[in-house]
């Protein structure tokens, strides 16, 4: 049985029990956390989590509260998922009481990006996997292309620069980018900063930003700030007066309405999701009997799956059953 609501429930049966994956509240008798971006963490974590140190220390430093973890459990294979530090995809084994094999990605890329590798794909029976970008629309430069535009962007502006993305993954890129393209001075928000501390700590990856202060800017800096900032009133206040450029980057920079959204002078498609052909080839790589497809373009991408020959769904929500798809 495998079923999604909070989070994605895998009942492995035996010593192994229940298996909850990236829930906030919903508790099984093996708890994993595929990374430490708030929409897939506990809000009030449970006695013990399955999940790297990295992801552990990171859900500390964002929260504050400290997360008894381990790494390793029988059955239980956590693969690096190369989405942000410490982001962990598992592969269980024994599912059901039989050697049959389930994979879950959690969010994952397999694009080798600053101090991160992308994830190698293994084989497995079931596929559970993210699909934000799982539509044909979605097909993003090579990874070298995209940073050398980013990069000559970053050399060729004078102004002071405005660079928004999430607090853990885009954030630390985009510092890893400006300091490749300049010397000059990076500024970061403190939630960016606590980020970065946490990382350093756990990782020894190192990152010179220092702490935003808006009335003590000498314009030549350049800014790295979460993206849920980005149409804020006291950034659009501080873009006005230093005569700033704002920067976006997503993956859903492919799409012009994401300029228009947020604001942004220029956007670039940077992410750390698998585009769509990269989503085929991690399925192709892994090549399970079933997959089950969740988040973003689920029902698109299981459509594309089917359509090469695979048994492939969305696992939507309230779903209890493996046979309970529409």
Same mark, same amino acid.
């Given at each position: 049985?495998?079923?999604?609501?909070?989070?994605?429930?895998?009942?492995?049966?035996?010593?192994?029990?229940?298996?909850?994956?990236?829930?906030?509240?919903a508790?099984?008798?093996?708890?994993?956390?595929?990374?430490?971006?708030?929409?897939?963490?506990?809000?009030?974590?449970?006695?013990?989590?399955?999940?790297?140190?990295?992801?552990?220390?990171?859900?500390?430093?964002r929260?504050?509260?400290?997360?008894?973890?381990?790494?390793?459990?029988?059955?239980?294979?956590?693969?690096?998922?190369?989405?942000?530090?410490?982001?962990?995809?598992?592969?269980?084994e024994g599912?059901?009481?039989?050697?049959?094999?389930?994979?879950?990605?959690?969010?994952?890329?397999?694009?080798?990006?600053a101090? !991160? +590798?992308?994830?190698? &794909?293994?084989?497995?029976?079931v596929?559970?996997?993210?699909?934000?970008?799982?539509?044909?629309?979605?097909?993003?430069?090579?990874?070298?292309?995209?940073?050398a535009?980013?990069?000559?962007?970053?050399?060729?502006?004078?102004?002071p620069?405005?660079l928004?993305?999430?607090?853990?993954?885009?954030?630390?890129?985009?510092?890893?980018?400006?300091?490749e #393209?300049?010397?000059?001075p990076?500024? #970061? +928000?403190?939630s960016?900063?606590?980020?970065?501390? #946490?990382?350093?700590?756990?990782?020894?990856?190192?990152?010179?930003?220092? &702490?935003?202060?808006?009335d003590?800017?000498?314009?030549?800096?350049?800014?790295?700030?979460?993206?849920?900032?980005?149409?804020?009133?006291?950034?659009a206040?501080?873009?006005?007066?230093?005569?700033?450029?704002?920067?976006?980057?997503?993956?859903w920079?492919?799409?012009?309405?994401? @300029?228009?959204?947020?604001?942004?002078?220029?956007?670039?498609? @940077?992410?750390?999701?698998?585009?769509?052909?990269? @989503? !085929?080839?991690?399925?192709?790589?892994?090549d399970?009997?079933?997959?089950?497809?969740?988040?973003?373009?689920?029902?698109?991408?299981?459509?594309?799956?089917?359509?090469?020959?695979?048994? #492939?769904?969305?696992?939507?929500?309230?779903?209890?059953?493996?046979?309970?798809?529409?």
């Amino acid at each position: 049985m495998i079923r999604r609501k909070d989070g994605i429930h895998v009942d492995v049966g035996g010593a192994t029990g229940t298996v909850v994956a990236d829930a906030r509240s919903a508790v099984g008798d093996v708890n994993i956390v595929s990374h430490a971006h708030a929409d897939h963490t506990f809000r009030r974590t449970p006695d013990a989590v399955c999940c790297s140190a990295t992801t552990a220390a990171l859900v500390e430093a964002r929260t504050g509260t400290a997360v008894e973890f381990t790494d390793s459990l029988p059955g239980i294979e956590l693969l690096p998922a190369g989405h942000v530090a410490g982001s962990r995809a598992a592969l269980i084994e024994g599912v059901g009481g039989h050697d049959r094999s389930v994979l879950y990605t959690g969010d994952f890329s397999t694009r080798d990006r600053a101090y !991160l +590798s992308g994830f190698d &794909p293994v084989p497995a029976d079931v596929l559970v996997m993210e699909t934000t970008y799982g539509d044909p629309a979605y097909r993003f430069p090579a990874q070298s292309d995209l940073e050398a535009e980013i990069r000559d962007w970053l050399a060729d502006n004078d102004d002071p620069l405005f660079l928004f993305g999430y607090s853990l993954g885009r954030a630390q890129k985009l510092q890893k980018l400006a300091r490749e #393209a300049t010397n000059r001075p990076i500024v #970061a +928000s403190d939630s960016v900063l606590t980020v970065n501390d #946490a990382i350093e700590a756990a990782t020894g990856v190192a990152f010179d930003a220092e &702490p935003l202060r808006t009335d003590d800017l000498d314009g030549d800096e350049i800014i790295v700030l979460p993206a849920n900032q980005a149409r804020s009133d006291w950034v659009a206040d501080l873009v006005e007066r230093v005569g700033g450029l704002k920067a976006g980057f997503s993956g859903w920079a492919v799409d012009d309405s994401f @300029l228009y959204r947020g604001g942004y002078d220029v956007t670039f498609p @940077l992410t750390d999701h698998c585009d769509f052909d990269e @989503l !085929l080839t991690v399925v192709e790589a892994v090549d399970p009997e079933t997959v089950y497809t969740h988040h973003g373009f689920d029902e698109t991408f299981a459509a594309h799956l089917q359509k090469r020959g695979y048994d #492939a769904r969305p696992l939507l929500a309230g779903q209890r059953t493996l046979s309970e798809f529409a």
